[in-house]
């Protein structure tokens, strides 16, 4: 007998737990399993403007939360259909989303629309190559160093740690820096659709005397290498070349070069595509590289040329090579959305507006309700200007 009962109290336990884990796995399903494309891309008509409004009472935050921005995209042609589920709705929650939306729709024909968000936070501006190694020579990156959850980047793939090299085809370089990303998307609508570069993952290497001692540029001159442009390797910019090393075992030792490793600028210049090879060669041989006038180094004008002397207006020329090493090039295609609300700073931020004018704004629209939507229901108002 007790040996039964033990058994049945076993097979209990073994039951509960299986039910535990059933129950969980059901419960992250509902609230992160939705497509993860969000409000993005909503049909038209006024069966997606029902799907929506009836999302607003979903059980899931992730729903509401997405029914809410996709309703704040549209315009005063959703009004009556918000004031007739606004009368029938029996949740605060419902009522209170759809006194959100009102507001956003009436604000945004006083003070125009808000301005796109992408959805990260990054790192310092400009991130060049001598801070980061894995930032091509001539290029500047932001590093990503936040992706906030059931935004446009978070939908698009973007990840921690990623460096932003490109927007829409365009790379970021000394002259057109990357801190000029963030203003380009600010000046955007919501949903205007963009392509972004980044290099992913892997390190870069800035080999030098500094690095490493003993370097000596001859150490490269028995490296077998395959010359890449732009059109083999997207991480090498358009113009410039770099070289895959297909084998390093003749190579100096105290290097530590590695098979597959992508050499991509000399002396602290890109490669430029045009006499790439021999470029190399002399560089192996004791030549230094510089850029006439200053300028990024590109074929042809102002590209990187060898020379034998030591010093370049009174500066002391360092030989270096960066090599990339396991960085993935990866392109993501992105929608640009809305700032999502659960995030500080409130609307007035937002819409770069000082509180006085969102204040206006709000009590224009208060008014505007409390004449076309609360008096259609008894008990008390809902406030929205207290949100910041």
């Known amino acids: 007998m007790i040996e039964r009962s033990g058994s ?17 796995r059901l ?37 509401r939360e997405n ?3 996709a309703l704040m995209r549209g315009g005063p042609e959703s009004y009556e259909a918000l004031r007739t589920a606004y009368e029938q709705a029996g949740q605060y929650e419902v009522r209170r989303r759809i006194k959100r939306v009102d507001a956003e729709i009436y604000v945004t024909r006083l003070l125009g629309p808000v301005p796109a968000f992408l959805g990260i936070a990054h790192g310092r501006y400009n ?10 020579a001539g290029s500047t990156a932001l590093l990503i160093r936040t992706v906030f959850p059931w935004t446009s980047a978070d939908r698009a793939g973007l990840r921690r740690g990623d460096l932003l090299i490109t927007l829409n085809g365009k790379r970021a370089t000394e002259a057109s820096p990357a801190g000029r990303f963030p203003t380009w998307i600010k000046q955007q609508k919501v949903g205007t659709p963009c392509r ?18 003993g370097f000596d540029p001859r150490g490269f001159s028995r490296l077998k290498t395959r010359v890449l442009h732009h059109d083999d390797d997207p991480r090498i910019a358009k113009g410039e070349a770099g070289f895959l090393i297909e084998d390093a075992r003749r190579a ?27 470029l190399f060669g002399r560089w192996t041989q004791g030549e230094r590289i510089h850029a006439s006038a200053g300028k990024r180094g590109r074929a042809g004008k102002g590209a990187p ?14 030989p270096s090579a960066q090599i990339l090493r396991g960085v993935r090039w990866v ?42 939507f609360e008096g259609a229901r008894s008990g008390p108002g809902l406030e929205i200007g207290a949100e910041r």
Do not use: C
């Open 305 to 318: 040329q060898p020379v034998r002397r030591k010093r370049v207006a009174g500066k002391k020329m360092v």
């Open 27 to 63: 419960v992250f399903a509902g609230n992160l399993s939705p497509d993860r494309r969000g409000p993005d891309k909503t049909g038209d008509g006024d069966e997606t403007l029902s799907k929506l409004i009836a999302d607003l009472g979903s059980p899931v935050w992730r729903t």
């Open 331 to 372: 392109e993501l295609d992105a929608r640009l959305g809305r700032r999502p609300t659960y995030l500080p700073g409130g609307r007035a931020w937002q819409r770069g507006e000082d509180d006085r004018t969102m204040d206006d704004a709000d009590a224009a629209f208060e008014t505007w309700w409390a004449e076309e």
């Open 252 to 278: 100096d030792p105290r290097l530590h070069l590695k098979k597959d490793d992508l050499l991509i600028a000399l002396d602290g210049r890109p490669i430029p595509a045009e006499g790439a090879a021999d």
């Open 8 to 24: 049945k109290t076993w097979w209990r336990g073994v039951l509960a737990a299986l039910f535990l884990v059933v129950s969980v």
């Open 127 to 136: 991130l060049t190559y001598d801070v980061e190694p894995r930032v091509p």
């Open 196 to 213: 972004l570069g980044v290099l992913r993952g892997g390190k870069g290497l800035l080999l030098n005397k500094r690095a490493m001692r």
């Open 67 to 69: 029914a809410t921005i």
